[in-house]
């Protein structure tokens, strides 16, 4: 008999424009993992109004955000892709587990002063995405490794009260995981709010070319990873090597004696590339908002089966009175 595949959970916020770094960094690996294992691709736009969101924005993006995944190669029908709150089971499994949730523990979280309390709970709203599927692993970068641990410390919390109710996840940080870093300043995370540092996986060749030409490199004008001493050639040879699957070595030998002059045209081309046929497919899918809308009403609906699963056992446990 066929071994029973594990579960995979993992999503991205709507709350900026999807960059080079969600595709190499996370949407990529997903692609690789949907054969092998049983998927749910989320687009987490509770946890988006964490932080305040022009409506209209929120609500193209989200839909955008999908046309996106289906483009990169996520595959709908292997995987199951919908948008959170179409899912109200996961506003429901956070209420419970926030009464499981100490205080304390989630001020050890690192976030900013003055946050609201949506902000300041929402590892509890994560841990239900996460465990609604009873899922097994949960593919995240480092950052979010202890949003996962906390995760798990909850579920082994109530398991040890109501006997075993939720699978124990594991974060699952992929081991070609490649860490895109700002064009701007290479030691810090290429992230959406940095319009500069940041390539977006929709941006037209030509910023692309821009983006890449201005990268911050070093003045020794020599082509080597090297991580510590120099942050920008490092991240500009990951991207190059992530885009063309060629080795750091290999990258290392085709630019020797070359220069920056050479080298950051190559690697803005290799990127131009490596987004076109991404970019257009986006364009095609998001202009079919009748297959969109299909996709993700039937992604809730498969979603929302297994949700419920988890949650009536969840509400029995804890003494609920039938409905
Ligand atoms: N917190 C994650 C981030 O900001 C997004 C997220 C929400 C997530 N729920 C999740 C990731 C569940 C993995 C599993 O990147």
């Not at 999807?18 to 949407?27: H, N, Q, R, W």
């Not at 949506?118 to 480092?142: R, S």
């Not at 060629?246 to 690697?267: D, W």
């Not at 257009?280 to 929302?304: C, F, P, T, V, W």
Request: charged share 25%.
């Amino acid at each position: 008999m066929e071994e029973k595949k594990k579960r995979i959970f993992s999503g991205i916020q709507p709350s900026g424009e999807l960059t080079l770094g969600s595709y190499m960094g996370a949407i990529k690996n997903w692609v690789d993992l949907q054969d092998d294992y049983d998927c749910l691709y989320c687009i987490v736009d509770m946890h988006a109004i964490t932080v305040r969101q022009d409506p209209a924005t929120l609500r193209r993006r989200s839909v955008n955000q999908l046309a996106q995944y289906i483009a990169c190669g996520l595959d709908p029908q292997k995987n199951i892709m919908f948008i959170q709150s179409h899912v109200p089971q996961h506003a429901e499994l956070g209420w419970v587990l926030g009464c499981y949730t100490q205080f304390g523990e989630l001020s050890r979280m690192t976030h900013a002063d003055n946050i609201t309390s949506g902000l300041f709970t929402y590892p509890v709203l994560m841990a239900a995405d996460i465990l609604l599927y009873q899922t097994d692993l949960v593919p995240v970068g480092e950052d979010q490794k202890q949003h996962v641990e906390l995760c798990r410390d909850i579920a082994q919390r109530f398991n040890g009260v109501y006997g075993d109710t939720f699978t124990l996840p594991e974060p699952f940080i992929p081991k070609m995981g490649a860490r895109v870093m700002s064009l701007g300043d290479p030691t810090s995370k290429m992230s959406k709010s940095d319009p500069d540092g940041c390539v977006y996986m929709m941006d037209k060749p030509e910023d692309i070319m821009r983006k890449f030409k201005r990268a911050v490199t070093d003045c020794d004008a020599c082509v080597k990873f090297d991580k510590e001493n120099k942050p920008g050639i490092s991240n500009l040879l990951s991207i190059y090597c992530a885009a063309t699957g060629k080795t750091v070595a290999e990258a290392e030998f085709e630019f020797a004696g070359q220069g920056y002059g050479i080298f950051k045209p190559a690697v803005g081309e290799s990127v131009v590339e490596l987004l076109r046929p991404i970019r257009e497919e986006s364009e095609r899918i998001m202009a079919d908002k009748a297959y969109l809308e299909g996709i993700y009403k039937e992604g809730a609906s498969r979603a929302q089966y297994l949700a419920n699963k988890t949650l009536s056992r969840v509400y029995r446990k804890i003494g609920f009175a039938a409905r």
